[in-house]
């Protein structure tokens, strides 16, 4: 091999290495970006969750509403539960609820605001909930007193199914993502706020379904995976460095 044809050879490896050093560095950076992005968003929302509760937006201000400016945004009302079937959507445990714990559902009703609207309310957890039923679940039917009850909860935004979420099983009115728009269609619930309610208060007499307040926790992975990032950054640089002294040391003088 002449010394040309191992000089381009050296000169590609090199350059191939410094492009391998700024795309981690890039990753790297751009983790510590995350970072910051993520813990302000969590500081936000938290600030959210711990405001005292005003009341809930006028109707004609919900389609202003979004998940950026208003998810967890702590708010009160009077409604009343339709008498409508319910519907359940499946968790093992919640990021915002260190209150739950093992396999149940989050309980969906439609409740009907003095105004006329209609809002999903998740009432709270069901444990271990009763999953073949042709009927309201007993643990639902007993909120359907027809009397107006004072709500204080979360305005939360649908999360549409994604690819890999199990299919709706209609026959349990079963889903496995909060999309209350679609238990709304397919329950004939009618037209509903684009929003849905996270139930903190009351608790009904039996404690099923358990409603109760949120919390946000900030778990950070970024920093670790920053420093992974600049690790293969170092060793990068640190290859090339050898490969230049190796490359300077055959140079003849």
Do not use: C
């Not at 009927?135 to 009850?149: E, G, R």
């Amino acid at each position: 091999m002449t010394d040309t044809v191992r000089q381009h050879g050296s000169r590609r490896v090199a350059m191939l290495t410094i492009a391998m050093a700024a795309l981690f560095m890039g990753l790297g950076i751009w983790q510590l970006q995350r970072r910051i992005e993520e813990r302000t968003l969590v500081e936000a929302l938290g600030e959210r969750l711990r405001t005292a509760s005003v009341p809930l937006p006028d109707p004609s201000q919900w389609h202003s509403l979004s998940a950026a400016s208003d998810e967890f945004r702590r708010v009160n009302f009077s409604t009343t539960y339709e008498p409508r079937l319910d519907a359940m959507v499946y968790s093992s445990a919640s990021p915002e609820r260190t209150d739950i714990s093992g396999p149940g559902t989050w309980a969906f009703i439609p409740g009907r605001l003095p105004t006329g609207e209609i809002v999903a309310i998740n009432a709270g957890f069901v444990p271990n909930a009763r999953l073949d039923r042709d009927q309201q679940d007993p643990a639902m039917a007993q909120l359907i007193t027809y009397k107006p009850v004072v709500m204080t909860g979360y305005i939360r935004f649908p999360e549409p199914a994604g690819a890999l979420t199990p299919n709706l099983e209609n026959d349990k009115r079963l889903w496995f993502s909060r999309d209350h728009l679609a238990m709304a269609q397919a329950l004939g619930w009618g037209e509903v706020a684009p929003f849905y309610i996270d139930l903190e208060t009351p608790v009904p007499a039996s404690g099923v379904p358990k409603p109760g307040p949120l919390h946000v926790y900030f778990v950070d992975h970024h920093l670790q995976y920053a420093i992974i990032w600049f690790s293969l950054t170092f060793l990068a640089l640190t290859a090339l460095a050898v490969s230049l002294r190796d490359w300077l040391l055959r140079r003849p003088l």
